[in-house]
């Protein structure tokens, strides 16, 4: 692991992305949103995120990627579904590269909030074959051939590239994912928004790692998720409660309840519900402080020297 780095932690303010499948409020997360549109996505750690204080005020994260060594890996979103989000799947690695991209899509959701009843779709039914698929969005019947997993508050679900997915509403998430937005929309219940049918079908795999993840208990935290592109795992602080906490690569820490302070030498950043600190590859560790009773979450990305 790196000992020094050029870039210390810095706080970025969310950007809102408006979705057709969005809400009006995004309380008690964000009191506002600066738009009177439906908004759908609170985007953390997106190249467009701008820095709020500190020596890099004013610029985004995309303009500070040569100072991190390269583009931060992890596109850490919040996800407010008010209706079901479009039917759609993402390409791997290799598929990304051979169509242009620079990688894949795969991401994983933490429930934050979870109505009676909410649900997302993960994979499809066995059987579901390329001429079923398209038959199904011709005719408005896709939603069938999908696998539906009822969400309660606090589960993990992975989604590996491949996967078709969908999300319904009444329930926020916590999306973290490769910082990718190669999408392909297979179905969108009649919304005037473009498919991407022939795309998706090639990239569709029948039989996927999709699914609920058991979460496991660490010594001081709950880890969420350990897969190829990130780990996640979840920390509840008492208050005036101190933890030091390591990276072992470029990560952010994501605050879900209270207040904390994060601190490195000469520096104090302050983490609210809703927000992002990232933790550029090199920092390595970090103390942790909570004001009051805390949650927060810490995504890392595997080290990228």
Request: charged share 25%; aromatic share 8%.
């Amino acid at each position: 692991m790196a000992t020094t780095t050029k870039v210390a932690p810095f706080r970025l303010k969310p950007w809102f992305s408006e979705r057709p499948w969005g809400k009006k409020s995004l309380e008690p997360w964000y009191s506002e949103t600066g738009t009177t549109e439906l908004v759908g996505e609170a985007w953390l750690t997106g190249p467009q995120c701008v820095v709020e204080e500190g020596e890099f005020e004013g610029r985004t994260l995309e303009s500070l990627s040569t100072d991190l060594g390269g583009e931060f890996p992890l596109l850490v979103k919040l996800l407010f579904p008010n209706e079901k989000l479009s039917v759609q799947v993402h390409p791997d690695d290799a598929q990304a590269k051979a169509s242009g991209g620079t990688r894949g899509k795969t991401e994983c959701w933490y429930v934050l909030e979870a109505e009676p009843g909410a649900a997302v779709a993960l994979g499809l039914k066995p059987g579901s074959t390329p001429e079923k698929i398209t038959a199904s969005v011709a005719d408005g019947t896709m939603e069938d051939l999908m696998v539906w997993v009822p969400v309660n508050v606090g589960d993990m679900l992975f989604v590996d590239a491949g996967t078709v997915h969908a999300i319904g509403p009444g329930c926020v998430l916590l999306e973290t994912q490769q910082t990718s937005d190669i999408t392909y929309r297979l179905y969108d219940y009649g919304r005037p928004r473009e498919l991407h049918l022939e795309q998706g079908l090639k990239v569709i795999r029948p039989v996927t790692e999709a699914g609920k993840v058991e979460a496991r208990e660490m010594d001081g935290f709950t880890r969420l998720i350990e897969q190829k592109y990130f780990t996640v795992d979840r920390f509840d602080l008492e208050k005036d409660e101190e933890r030091k906490i390591s990276f072992s690569g470029p990560g952010c820490v994501v605050g879900l309840k209270g207040k904390v302070a994060v601190i490195t030498p000469g520096e104090e950043i302050e983490l609210e519900p809703g927000k992002a600190i990232v933790i550029p590859e090199g920092v390595g560790e970090v103390i942790i402080e909570a004001s009051e009773a805390s949650a927060f979450v810490r995504c890392i990305a595997p080290a990228m020297g």
